[in-house]
C-alpha cells in the first residue's frame, strides 16, 4: 500500500512539474501591448498581448530556430479596417513605396501607474531613443523596418521612421519576441512575426 502511495504521489508531481512548464512565462515587469496606425498609439486593456510559449508560436508558423527567447507575446487583429490621414514609406522588392498609415505597427512594454491608473510607456519597440536594445527583426517577410540609425540612409530610411506592413488588409496574429541575448553589432532585442489569419 505505502509503494502504491508513493507511485502515486510521484505520479501527481511529475503531472504538476509538467503544467507548470507549459505555462508561458511573461516579463514580471511589463506588460506588452500592440499598436499602429489603425487606432491609439497608447498601452490600453484593450491591446493588450498574450504571452505565450515558443512552442506557441512555432505553432502559429514563427521560425525560432537557434533564437535565444526570453518572452513572446502575441495578439489578435485586423489591420486595414479604416484608412488613416497620414503615410508611410517601405521599401519592398527594391523600390521605395508609400503606404496608408494604417499600416504601420509598434509594441509597448508598459508598467500600470497604481496612482495615475494608467500605463507608463517605458519602451516603444522599436524605438532607439529607449533605454536597452529597442531593435526589431522581421521574423516573416510581410514587416518593412526602416535603417536603424539616426542619419537617413540613401532611401531617406531613418529610425525616425515606422515599421511598415506589406501584405494588405486582412486578420492577422502579431507576435512579439524579445531575445534573451542581444546582437551587440545590430542592437536587436526583438523579432515581430505578422501572421496573417
Given at each position: 500500500?505505502?509503494?502504491?502511495?508513493?507511485?502515486?504521489?510521484?505520479?501527481?508531481?511529475?503531472?504538476?512539474?509538467?503544467?507548470?512548464?507549459?505555462?508561458?512565462?511573461?516579463?514580471?515587469?511589463?506588460?506588452?501591448?500592440?499598436?499602429?496606425?489603425?487606432?491609439?498609439w497608447n498601452a490600453t486593456d484593450d491591446n493588450?498581448?498574450?504571452?505565450?510559449?515558443?512552442?506557441?508560436?512555432?505553432?502559429?508558423?514563427?521560425?525560432?530556430?537557434?533564437?535565444?527567447?526570453?518572452?513572446?507575446?502575441?495578439?489578435?487583429?485586423?489591420?486595414?479596417?479604416?484608412?488613416?490621414?497620414?503615410?508611410?514609406?517601405?521599401?519592398?522588392?527594391?523600390?521605395?513605396?508609400?503606404?496608408?498609415?494604417?499600416?504601420?505597427?509598434?509594441?509597448?512594454?508598459?508598467?500600470?501607474?497604481?496612482?495615475?491608473?494608467?500605463?507608463?510607456?517605458?519602451?516603444?519597440?522599436?524605438?532607439?531613443?529607449?533605454?536597452?536594445?529597442?531593435?526589431?527583426?522581421?521574423?516573416?517577410?510581410?514587416?518593412?523596418?526602416?535603417?536603424?540609425?539616426?542619419?537617413?540612409d540613401p532611401d531617406g530610411f531613418s529610425w525616425?521612421?515606422?515599421?511598415?506592413?506589406?501584405?494588405?488588409?486582412?486578420?492577422?496574429?502579431?507576435?512579439?519576441?524579445?531575445?534573451?541575448?542581444?546582437?551587440?553589432?545590430?542592437?536587436?532585442?526583438?523579432?515581430?512575426?505578422?501572421?496573417?489569419?
Amino acid at each position: 500500500m505505502k509503494k502504491l502511495f508513493t507511485l502515486a504521489f510521484s505520479a501527481l508531481m511529475v503531472l504538476g512539474v509538467a503544467s507548470c512548464g507549459s505555462k508561458a512565462p511573461a516579463d514580471p515587469d511589463h506588460t506588452y501591448h500592440a499598436v499602429g496606425g489603425w487606432g491609439d498609439w497608447n498601452a490600453t486593456d484593450d491591446n493588450k498581448m498574450e504571452a505565450i510559449t515558443k512552442s506557441d508560436a512555432e505553432a502559429l508558423g514563427v521560425k525560432l530556430d537557434g533564437k535565444s527567447v526570453e518572452y513572446i507575446y502575441k495578439y489578435d487583429l485586423t489591420i486595414g479596417s479604416a484608412n488613416v490621414d497620414w503615410e508611410a514609406s517601405a521599401k519592398v522588392n527594391g523600390e521605395v513605396k508609400k503606404f496608408n498609415g494604417k499600416f504601420t505597427i509598434k509594441a509597448i512594454a508598459a508598467s500600470w501607474d497604481k496612482e495615475e491608473e494608467t500605463y507608463n510607456h517605458d519602451q516603444w519597440i522599436p524605438n532607439p531613443a529607449d533605454t536597452g536594445p529597442a531593435h526589431v527583426e522581421a521574423l516573416t517577410d510581410n514587416l518593412f523596418f526602416p535603417a536603424y540609425q539616426k542619419e537617413k540612409d540613401p532611401d531617406g530610411f531613418s529610425w525616425a521612421d515606422n515599421p511598415v506592413i506589406t501584405s494588405g488588409e486582412g486578420d492577422y496574429t502579431f507576435v512579439c519576441v524579445k531575445y534573451t541575448t542581444v546582437s551587440t553589432a545590430t542592437d536587436i532585442g526583438y523579432g515581430f512575426a505578422l501572421l496573417k489569419k
